[in-house]
């Protein structure tokens, strides 16, 4: 099957604020509002894919974040720096990140739920292995969890490398894959027929972390599990709803 990119190009309301939690000019999040509901729930978090590259932003996140506000969530869709072998900046935004904003963001009941899509759901899985103190758990979309396998397989023609400025056998500290388990709940949420980056990826940092739940879903590719108009939808919603209650 082809993917599905229709979501990436899909416009959304615009958000109700935007907050910077750093100096730089990629140090902002997009912020929708939930209305009461979000007061007994945390935070969400979205931490956006593309690769690591720059020229992708939060922007495609808006749809996502937009039927998550509906649903009764404050929303969070995180920008962070996207720097070509500096993978550095991008591990340490996003850790500042979901350390800083639960604090900016009012409303919620105090905690945080991060949600990472491709490339931003290996950030969260690296995060889940060193949470900041409000971090109650982590869901990864289709994430990059094996840097290694991902280079092996050519993933996004060279991404891998292009992130790390370096093979990715000698960046083992920044490969989920390699890491020491989370210490927060953590799910996965993978389409089956991904043609961008394989369930293989997911099922590989599962043999090394059994105690990750993986939920793969038939019939579906890379860009459904963000798209609330998809068949996918409901499944990543009741996912957000598990991590939510603790």
Known sequence: MSEDESVL????APPDAVVA???GPDQVADVRHGGERAARRPLLAIVHGGFWRPRYDRTHT???AEALAAAGWHVASLEYRRIPGTPGASVADVATALAALPAMIGGHAGEVVAIG???GGH???LAATKPPPRLR???ALAPVADLRLAQTLNLGDGAVAAFLGADAAARSDLDPRRLADPVVATAIVHGEEDETVPLAVAQSYLAA???VSLEALPGCGHYEVIDPLSRAWPRVAAAI???GAG
């Open 9 to 12: 190009e899909r416009s959304a």
């Open 21 to 23: 939690w750093g100096d």
């Open 62 to 64: 808006g749809p996502m």
């Open 117 to 119: 899509h491709s490339a």
């Open 123 to 125: 950030l969260v899985l």
């Open 137 to 139: 758990g982590v869901l």
């Open 209 to 211: 972390h059994a105690q």
């Open 241 to 243: 709803e598990r991590l």
